[in-house]
């Protein structure tokens, strides 16, 4: 077949229209918070000081940072299912959570009493932690995942990694309401080693699954 | 020179996802040129043909055209999917390439017209269902419209659009693929 005769079966099908991307993102983003919320509630729900803890710093601090992270790896993540856009700046955007997390640690361990420090860094529930975020963020993985293969991924997985921090911040931030560890020593260490999971799983798949 | 491709591409583009099928042919083939300069400089030995690139690239750019958005500019989008088609037809066959982001801009005013050959896209047609392929075949290599394919084949246009596009995707998910 000729590239003119290519062109003219092209030219016939270019009636059918898909799903705009930035539509895909926005109702990505829904079923994934959605899937993360149900599995959050039926598998563990809020601790049951979630009131009093809700006026703490440290326990609102866990809300901040994997916002932060979701909103950046969202950002990216979007840029990333699009060929040619600019990834340098939503890239750089990914930095602002590791950093203020990294700030907050150094300010605990100013805060903090060193012979405190061991204690607080393991806390109580890290195979919990450990656990519950891969299992809450993998069908927003899944979701994140599918909506890049609609995209049109040039770096298929790096996307899928991006895929797996977004579906991590997403679930850590369910997960922050349940988990009473609350330094930010403990966050940094555990709930990155889970986020980081799922990213290593997004590298993965992405190539697999966002195939084109 | 790639300032007036841009501007002209980038309207054509958006004729086309307005419903105007000469606009879209127009854009295509423009993009084919462009394209085929950008694939011809970057093969440099043998083994990948520069014409496949081609077709696998505007397969890719019709079935990704959602991914473009209105006010972005539309060359490097074209490029990046040229780019990662090229890559991915070099891994396909077994080799590396590296292929330098920086060189985009001389290549832009190289169009260049197409050399005849055999090409991987009909080895792909041949091993459709053969509903599709004769749809793809008559309206592709015969060069008919719609409503004289659904009258040749005795199908509804219906049909005919949706052998179409099965048949097109199932082309282009076979270029992802192996």
């Known amino acids: 077949m000729q590239t003119e005769e290519l062109i003219n079966a092209l030219k016939a099908d270019s009636a059918r229209q898909s799903m705009s991307l930035g539509r895909t993102w926005r109702v990505a983003l829904a079923c994934a918070a959605l899937a993360a919320a149900v599995v959050f509630y039926i598998l563990l729900g809020p601790r049951p000081d979630f009131a009093t803890a809700a006026h703490t710093v440290r326990f609102m601090f866990k809300f901040v940072v994997m916002l932060m992270l979701a909103s950046a790896a969202f950002g990216l993540l979007r840029a990333l299912s699009r060929p040619g856009s600019n990834i340098a700046l939503p890239a750089l955007r990914l930095i602002a959570a590791p950093a203020v997390l990294g700030v907050a640690v150094a300010v605990e361990l100013v805060v903090v009493p060193s012979d405190q420090w061991r204690a607080i860094w393991w806390g109580t529930n890290i195979s919990v932690c450990l656990t519950f975020i891969p299992v809450i963020g993998i069908a927003p993985l899944a979701v994140f995942l599918l909506a890049l293969r609609h995209g049109a991924p040039t770096r298929p997985a790096v996307a899928g990694a991006v895929a797996g921090l977004l579906a991590g911040g997403l679930s850590a931030t369910f997960y922050a309401a349940h988990c009473t560890d609350d330094s930010p020593l403990f966050v940094a260490t555990w709930y990155s080693i889970a986020i980081a999971s799922l990213a290593f799983l997004g590298m993965i798949l992405g190539p697999r699954i966002a195939r084109w | ?178």
């Open chain 2, 1 to 178: 020179m790639s300032g007036q491709d841009e501007k002209e591409l980038a309207m054509l583009l958006q004729a086309a996802i307005a419903g105007d099928e000469k606009a879209y042919a127009a854009f295509l083939t423009r993009t084919a040129a462009i394209v085929r300069g950008f694939a011809r400089r970057k093969i440099v030995q043998g083994g990948v043909d520069p014409e496949d690139i081609v077709q696998e690239t505007l397969l890719a750019i019709h079935t990704k055209r959602h991914t473009w958005i209105v006010d972005a500019p539309v060359l490097p989008w074209i490029f990046a999917i040229a780019r990662f088609k090229l890559i991915d037809a070099f891994r396909k066959r077994g080799r590396r390439v590296e292929i330098e982001i920086g060189e985009l801009a001389e290549t832009l005013a190289q169009a260049e017209a197409e050399t005849v050959s055999d090409r991987e896209i009909g080895r792909v047609l041949d091993g459709l269902a053969p509903g599709q392929r004769s749809v793809v075949a008559a309206i592709s290599i015969e060069g008919h419209s719609i409503g004289e394919t659904a009258a040749k084949y005795g199908m509804t246009e219906t049909a005919v659009r949706v052998a179409l596009h099965r048949g097109l995707r199932s082309i282009a998910k076979k270029f992802g693929r192996c």
